[in-house]
């Protein structure tokens, strides 16, 4: 069975870095062409793809949020993790990590979320 | 980046009825490399269609996808009352991928 599932901080403050962990089990980052995605969710908003890390350690990023964003993964431990830089309340939102088997599978599964607020 | 576009924004039919999403690109997506996603309340998206039409695992036959090209489609033959959420279409033949804005199907 495949799962993942998110951790971090429910709060941050304006300015400072966010560090969230997909931790999963079911599968392997190192199996070919096995890929992880952030997409996140501001409250009653539509979804937004922010990154990818693949199986090769390919790393892929949204054109809008590139300069802020660094994706990363340890294989040993199933994780992957990602940082957001210069956080805003605009930031606010439930972030999910999910797996794709190649670009051609679709997320699934998804992590159940987790939301992080930015406020001071 | 490739825009897509959902409609209707929201969707009002009732238990029994059929109902069909529309998600538009803003160039041609290789079918392949386009999805559909049911998002309930409080709750993770679930992978609904891949590859434009083919279903996931476990999703009821009621659901079905079609389209290529710029236009592509997700129809439900008789709406169950848990089949009222918001669904989203999704490309993963381009980088950076991108979602459509979301269709919210409620009942009448």
């Known amino acids: 069975q495949v799962t993942l599932k998110e951790s971090g901080p429910a709060l941050v403050k304006p300015t400072q870095t966010l560090t969230l962990t997909c931790s999963f089990s079911g599968f392997s980052l190192s199996t070919s062409g096995m890929r992880v995605s952030w997409i996140r969710q501001p409250p009653g908003k539509a979804l937004e793809w922010l990154a990818r890390?693949?199986?090769?350690?390919?790393?892929f990023y949204s054109t809008s949020l590139k300069t802020r964003l660094t994706i990363s993964k340890d294989t040993s431990k199933n994780q992957v993790v990602l940082t957001m830089t210069n956080m805003d309340p605009v930031d606010t939102a439930t972030y999910y990590c999910a797996r794709m088997r190649g670009s051609y599978s679709g997320f699934d599964p998804w992590g159940q979320g987790t939301l992080v607020t930015v406020s001071s | 980046e490739v825009v897509l576009t959902q409609s209707p924004g929201t969707l009002s039919l009732s238990p029994g009825e059929r109902a069909t999403l529309s998600c538009r690109a803003s160039q041609s997506v290789d079918s392949t490399y386009l999805a559909w996603y049911q998002q309930k309340p409080g709750q993770a998206p679930r992978l609904l269609i891949y590859g434009a039409s083919s279903r996931a695992t476990g999703i009821p036959d009621r659901f079905s996808g079609s389209g290529s090209g710029t236009d592509f489609t997700l129809t439900i033959s008789r709406l169950e009352p848990e089949d009222f959420a918001v669904f989203y279409c999704h490309q993963s033949a381009y980088s950076p991928y991108t979602f459509g804005q979301g269709t919210k199907l409620e009942i009448k």
């Open positions: 890390i693949d199986w090769d350690d390919d790393k």
